[in-house]
């Protein structure tokens, strides 16, 4: 419900401040940081924030919440908010800190544009925050109530009750309620997050799928470790959880959260993931068995090679004990060691029509080149945009990006 008078400043001003985002949410970031350096500890993922992935994300929202006002400025975009406060709920973000964040990144809109900021471009855009804040801290207070965990505690100690080594690269983790209660409610496609402490005393937080049936009292995650590419480093987290947890051990997980769940219809189900990217499937398909479903389900999914493919082995047996369910496997290298996977990328043109019928519910997860590209298969094999749902790892880039398109 933005105001007549502050939509026509927004309207006029959308394109120099959609234009100097990147450098406004960079100047925020360093100043906070600076500033506020105990956001670091256990709050902000700093991997993201080095590769800049963080800052993309939030210009990104930014952007795409001032547009949707403008296009409709009688009701408040509460909907594209939804997988923004799962993550802030997933990780304790409290209403306080939206006070923090204004102070910060309206300091930084004021030292980029300068004089460009009148008091009444100020004001408009003071609104728009607000407007986008008191939408999530609302989201954020539904999801605490819901999760029955206290605003900006999230988190429970769990004792690791086995470790498994996927592949080469990935490990599993069964995790029991270390205080012997049991395990919260959670939903097909959800994750939670993991808290550790670094060897250099920070706490960093990062969010895993959980890859098991969501109604049993021990949880999976499946972990892949990260490997920096292009001057990147490794990922901290995940090669600490590689390297160091073992049986006996305790983590910090939050609540479930995720707004990507599995849908409780009858319709047929596609389930479209690439590398690690199968974590959320797994889980759906867990479910599935675990309540009987005789939904008609495909599942696609492509990998580096078969010794890469994590859960493989899972995902064939629960896809074999479905009663309507089939899987097709893509790999780069080495598909003629399993029977039936085809050689190359992913294929949707290639699948028999009736696995993929326009009426599915279909859902995507892996990285996002992969993703875009399967969605445009989808489309043109004419399973409608709204059918089509997809979970991200990290900062929500594809908004990002199709903000900055």
């Known amino acids: 419900m933005l105001s007549a008078e502050s939509a026509s400043v927004i309207r006029a001003t959308l394109p120099a401040v959609g234009g100097a985002l990147d450098d406004i949410t960079t100047r925020f970031y360093a100043t906070m940081f600076s500033e506020r ?79 460009a900021v009148t008091p009444e471009v100020a004001a408009a855009w003071d609104e728009v925050y607000w407007l986008m804040a008191g939408a999530l801290i609302a989201q954020e207070a539904r999801l605490y109530l819901e999760a029955q965990v206290r605003p900006g505690h999230p988190w429970r100690e769990w004792t690791v009750v086995g470790r498994r080594d996927e592949t080469a690269d990935t490990v599993s983790f069964l995790l029991r309620p270390a205080d012997g209660g049991p395990a919260p409610r959670a939903r097909a496609g959800q994750y939670v997050s993991v808290r550790v402490r670094m060897t250099d005393g920070v706490h960093q937080l990062r969010q895993y799928s959980l890859s098991s049936a969501p109604g049993e009292d021990v949880r999976r995650i499946t972990v892949k470790r990260v490997e920096g590419t292009g001057g990147t480093p490794d990922g901290e987290v995940s090669s600490l959880l590689h390297r160091t947890v073992r049986e006996g051990d305790t983590l910090t997980l939050s609540a479930p959260f995720g707004d990507v769940v599995l849908d409780e219809t009858d319709e047929p189900l596609v389930l479209v993931s690439a590398g690690i990217g199968c974590t959320p499937m797994v889980a759906m398909l867990e479910h599935l068995a675990a309540t009987g479903s005789t939904r008609q389900v495909t599942v696609l999914h492509a990998d580096r090679s078969p010794a890469a493919h994590a859960l493989r082995a899972d995902t064939r047996r629960l896809v074999d004990g479905l009663p309507d369910a089939r899987a097709v496997f893509w790999y780069e290298l080495g598909a003629d060691e399993v029977p039936g996977a085809r050689s190359g990328r992913l294929d949707i043109a290639g699948v028999d029509r009736m696995d993929v019928p326009a009426d599915a519910s279909v859902y995507l997860c892996g990285p996002l080149p992969f993703m875009r590209a399967a969605r445009e298969q989808l489309l043109r094999a004419g399973v409608p945009a709204r059918n089509i749902r997809y979970e991200v790892f990290g900062p929500d880039l594809w908004l990002a990006d199709d903000t900055a398109a």
């Open 37 to 115: 350096p105990e956001l670091l500890d256990g709050m902000f993922n700093r991997g993201n924030q080095a590769s800049g992935a963080q800052r993309r994300a939030l210009a990104g929202s930014i952007a795409a919440f001032a547009g949707a006002l403008l296009a409709e400025p009688d009701t408040r975009p509460d909907a594209l908010l939804a997988r923004i406060a799962h993550k802030h709920v997933a990780v304790g973000v409290t209403d306080d800190q939206y006070t923090i964040v204004h102070k910060y990144l309206f300091g930084a809109i004021a030292e980029v544009l300068g004089e």
